[in-house]
């Protein structure tokens, strides 16, 4: 899968969706609402996308049981990424969704910011090169 389709993209073994946007929608039906809207205002099939939460459980669970020694060590060492990953998984657990937005720049990350908000969009983050912003 490429970065472009991967809502579980990854750096250094640790949940790292590089250049996205990632928002946590309770329901299922405001999570397709959301990505329709994201649609209409011109965001590619490519490049947003929904997350279900049994799927980003599966994935995760996937991911972390094939992760390397070295990875797997990197959880020892507390990080921003392990706190918003363990928020995700919880929130996963309760039934939200995730919907995904590829937006490297600034004008698509304010468009999508406030197309996810309005939708009911909340511990929305950007995953930029090297810091992940809260929106």
Same mark, same amino acid.
């Given at each position: *899968?490429?970065?472009? +389709? ?8 640790? #949940?790292?969706? +590089?250049? #996205? ?49 070295? =990875? ?9 990424? =392990?706190?918003?990953?363990?928020? #995700? ?16 720049? =600034? ?16 511990? *929305?983050? #950007? ?9």
């Amino acid at each position: *899968m490429t970065e472009a +389709k991967n809502p579980l993209s990854t750096a250094l073994g640790t #949940y790292y969706p +590089k250049h #996205y946007v990632v928002a946590v929608i309770d329901d299922p039906a405001g999570a397709a609402g959301a990505l329709a809207d994201l649609r209409a205002a011109g965001f590619a099939e490519a490049v947003a996308e929904i997350c279900p939460g049994p799927t980003f459980i599966a994935n995760w669970r996937d991911f972390a049981a094939n992760r390397t020694f070295l =990875q797997r060590a990197a959880d020892l060492f507390p990080a921003e990424e =392990q706190a918003a990953v363990e928020e #995700y998984l919880a929130e996963a657990e309760r039934g939200a969704s995730f919907v995904t937005v590829h937006a490297p720049g =600034q004008a698509e990350r304010d468009r999508a910011r406030a197309i996810l908000h309005d939708r009911g969009g909340h511990a *929305m983050r #950007y995953y930029g090169d090297r810091t992940i912003t809260d929106l």
